[in-house]
């Protein structure tokens, strides 16, 4: 049973930053996704094994940065310039391969973020 679990959620102002931390699982890409209340869940970031290709949805291009600590089996979100919208329950996610692709085999439990205006 793989257990993955997020951390670092909480409530913040409009502008402000947050660094949300994941444990990794095997030699696999890692990605992030997120859940608004009433909204499906969307891909917000993804990186590979290595860390040396990431993606991102244009929605957080130049706020978001993913990367991953190897040693430490951590992956990290930092979101910066934080915005309302980014309010959502943030979710970790292990990739199927060791490159980012669409598919995810398993997930965290979610930590919430929150972004007052």
């Known amino acids: 049973q793989v257990q993955l679990v997020e951390s670092g959620g909480e409530s913040v102002q409009a502008g402000g930053s947050l660094r949300l931390s994941c444990g990794t699982f095997g030699i696999r890409a890692m990605g992030w996704f997120r859940q608004a209340p009433g909204k499906e869940r969307e891909f917000v970031a993804g990186?590979?094994?290595?860390?040396?290709?990431?993606n991102y949805a244009d929605s957080v291009k130049g706020r978001f940065a993913i990367s991953r600590d190897n040693a430490k089996n951590t992956v990290y979100l930092q979101m910066n310039s934080l915005k309302p919208e980014d309010t959502a329950v943030y979710y970790c996610?292990?990739?199927?391969?060791?490159?980012?692709?669409?598919?995810?085999?398993?997930w965290g439990q979610g930590t919430q973020v929150t972004v007052s205006s």
């Open positions: 990186i590979s094994w290595g860390g040396g290709s990431t």
């Open positions: 996610a292990v990739g199927q391969s060791t490159r980012i692709t669409d598919n995810y085999d398993y």
